[in-house]
């Protein structure tokens, strides 16, 4: 299928590894260029060219920073030409017992996984409704819908985003603008994020990290963890040029891990 989204530009959040590469590659394979953010210059560097390598016929430019700084945000908005695909994705925040975090824990957590994907829908929304079509994707986490006693921080500021995205999406001067936003909510994939969550788990409970993560896999009726490329094909998908009576939705990606109806 052709995803009628070839030429144009996205911004992808941390997209050195992970669901973030994921998405980013799924994109440059429809013929989008992409700006691609990291903290790490290396990996950074070492995934662009990846993904040049993967279509030499779309621009790839890789900007250094932290997405969660004012000065993160500013130089890679710079770096994009026009923003017609936005993915949100930043680092989750540690696994802990809520007793031991402080103020300054909760507001970095809030900061990073809730404000911080808003001052990038802020400055790019209007750009994308003026022009008649945008798409914004927001990787969030199924703990969102299913929360996991130790992801607290994770829990409270990415459910914060899930309502005022519920609010904002249904505006009807964006949606009748061909502007949609959507947040992914991804269950156990095979990501560097889920092996420290499972590493924390372990040390808990006195098990071996691969243990605990044997456990969640066969507790998921797919009975394997996701991959960051079928991530990326959804994420693409939604990116869309037939998604566009697609928004306000959180889209579970969880091999059917959620019991639940609704």
């Known amino acids: 299928m052709d995803l009628g989204i070839q030429g144009k530009w996205a911004l992808v ?5 992970g669901l973030g590469k994921g998405c980013a590659q799924a994109l440059v394979s429809e013929g989008v260029n992409v700006v691609i953010t990291a903290r790490g210059q290396e990996a950074l560097d070492a995934t662009a060219a ?22 993160g945000r500013a130089a890679a908005l710079a770096a994009c030409p026009q923003v017609d695909i936005l993915v949100n994705n930043a680092g989750g ?9 402080d103020r300054e824990a909760w507001i970095k957590a809030v900061d990073a996984n809730m404000l ?52 904002l999406a249904r505006q009807k001067r964006l949606a009748s603008a061909n502007v949609t936003i959507n947040n992914l909510l991804p269950g156990y994939f095979d990501t560097d994020r889920v092996r420290s969550t499972s590493a924390a788990t372990a040390a808990k409970t006195g098990k071996t990290t ?52 609704f």
């Open 13 to 17: 959040c941390a997209a050195s590894k």
């Open 50 to 71: 990846e993904l040049r390598a993967l279509n030499p016929a779309v621009q790839v430019v890789a900007v250094a920073g932290d997405i969660t700084t004012t000065e």
């Open 93 to 101: 925040p540690p696994p802990g017992d809520f007793r031991d975090w």
């Open 116 to 167: 911080t994907p808003i001052e990038l829908i802020k400055a790019t929304v209007d750009g994308m409704a003026e022009r008649g079509f945008g798409r914004i994707v927001n990787i969030t986490s199924g703990a969102v819908k299913a929360p996991i006693d130790i992801l607290g921080l994770s829990n409270g500021a990415r459910s914060g985003l899930t309502g005022f995205i519920a609010g």
């Open 210 to 261: 691969q243990e605990v993560i044997d456990a969640r896999r066969t507790s998921i009726p797919a009975q394997r963890l996701g991959t960051s490329d079928e991530f990326g094909r959804t994420c693409a998908f939604l990116c869309s040029a037939h998604a566009g009576y697609i928004t306000g939705q959180n889209l579970l990606t969880d091999g059917g891990a959620y019991p639940g109806t």
